[in-house]
């Protein structure tokens, strides 16, 4: 494995030798936001603006590549006024003709991405992106290959259901036995990953599995990956507001690690 630095760190070789006191050349790395949307119609505007307006790390670019997962709720034309209301980002969108699941957004949104690295954010305004520079830091510092974000280690998160927090740590610890990984959220939306990571994943998973599986297959990866974890702010929605997982994605979550583990 590429051991340097990021791809995105390493300075451009252009066979032009530099004068010994000219300043160092600005090192651009470019961070692909991928984006699955379902029925968001109500939170997109919002969570893109967060997005598009986020702090990165210095000399950091983003794209942000949005994939309509065939929804129905008038998020196709929130979507397509994007380009207009913030001409200044570079959007690449894709409206799907059948809905299949986060997985599947996720596939097609990685098959598109430009940058050196790559961020998944969810369309609900669950997850901060007033986190990425936290997120990025790792990787642009060399010392990371992918990086998840934790909502259990000390950010500030919403007091919510109980047996769902159970729930999730119950899944991360089953994942971490499978895996022999130290991870305290294995179900997080933050999963950031250097490009030439997310490239040789190939993600089976439609839906919701896409999270046991990304996660077994980091962990399997040799030579090892250098795997992170950082605290994430995280404001819980109820399920009067919206919240759409249930028990039932629970199992399929426990059904996807055993897969994932015994085969690719
Ligand atoms: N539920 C759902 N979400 C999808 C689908 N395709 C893409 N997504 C997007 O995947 C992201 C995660 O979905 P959520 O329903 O918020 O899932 P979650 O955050 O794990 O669960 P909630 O607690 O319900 O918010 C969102 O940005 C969705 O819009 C799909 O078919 N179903
Ligand atoms: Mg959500």
Known sequence: ???SPTAASTPETTGESQPPDAPAPAVLTKVSIVIPVYNEQSTLREIIGLVANAALPANCTREIICVNDCSRDGTEEV???LPKLHPQVDFRIIHKPVNQGKGAALRDGFKLAT???VLVQDADLEYDPGDYC???RPIIEGKADVVFGSRFIGE???VLYYWHTLGNKFLTTMSNMFTNLNLTDMEVCYKVFRKSVIDRIDVKCDRFGFEPEV???V???RPRLRIYEVGVAYY???YEEGKKITWKDGIKAMLAIVRFWWTD
Do not use: E, F, V
Request: glycine residues 12%; charged residues 30%.
């Open 236 to 238: 819980g929605r109820s």
């Open 79 to 81: 979507l397509n006024g």
């Open 215 to 217: 996660t077994a297959k």
């Open 219 to 221: 962990a399997k990866m």
């Open 156 to 158: 500030p998160h919403r």
């Open 115 to 117: 940058g050196d690295i």
């Open 1 to 3: 494995m590429d051991q």
């Open 134 to 136: 936290k997120l990025l």
